[in-house]
């Protein structure tokens, strides 16, 4: 089964680096979806990710990955 998540990078990670975590996912049999670099702000990209392969990226967190979490939508109240 797979899941929609965000990967979200360390300020420090290059493009090359983020290329390659995407590339892996893709290769992995799950869809990068869209990508952000805002600088110093977030750096990172939403992808259905199969849960087989979830638990081997969560496993690098901490190298160049910062966290992943759910993608999920988010409201406010007026």
Do not use: C, H
């Amino acid at each position: 089964m797979s899941g929609k998540y965000i990967v979200v990078f360390k300020k420090t990670a290059t493009p090359d680096q983020i290329n390659k975590y995407a590339d892996d996912v893709n290769a992995n049999g799950g869809q990068v979806k869209d990508r952000w670099d805002t600088g110093s702000l977030l750096k990172g990209f939403s992808a259905t990710i199969p849960d087989q392969f979830l638990t081997q990226l969560q496993s690098l967190a901490g190298d160049v990955i910062d966290y992943i979490e759910p993608d999920s939508t988010v409201t406010i109240q007026s």
